[in-house]
């Protein structure tokens, strides 16, 4: 079990690491993309004990909603983070999903 957890949590680290900058994607889009559609928490829990976050864009990885879901900081490091990217937010400090939401067709033509 230890080890297929390892291997799950590498496969969302790799993933993560594709999202473009200027997108990002849902956990639960993530969590499909690495091979199981309800593992959407822990996507989360991968990303919270993520080893390199310098090298791994997990600011890119927020609730379905656009909604900022922080994991290694508070919400205004991952908000400044993303605006420097030139991601758009709304009035609630959500992501403007249907324009920076990541297209899984770029994930699949990697594959």
């Known amino acids: 079990m230890e080890r297929q957890m390892r291997n799950f949590n590498q496969r969302v680290y790799e993933i993560v690491r594709m ?61 400044k983070l993303l605006k420097a990217e030139g991601v758009a937010f709304d009035k609630n400090r959500r992501v403007k999903m249907e324009k920076h939401r990541w297209d899984e067709e770029e994930f699949y033509s990697e594959l």
């Open 19 to 79: 999202i473009p900058r200027g997108y990002v994607a849902s956990y639960g889009q993530i969590a499909r993309l690495a091979g199981d559609p309800q593992a959407s928490r822990i996507v989360g829990y991968a990303l919270h004990g993520l080893p390199d976050p310098e090298f791994t864009p997990w600011q890119r990885v927020v609730r379905k909603d656009g909604s900022l879901a922080p994991f290694l900081s508070d919400r205004t490091l991952q908000y």
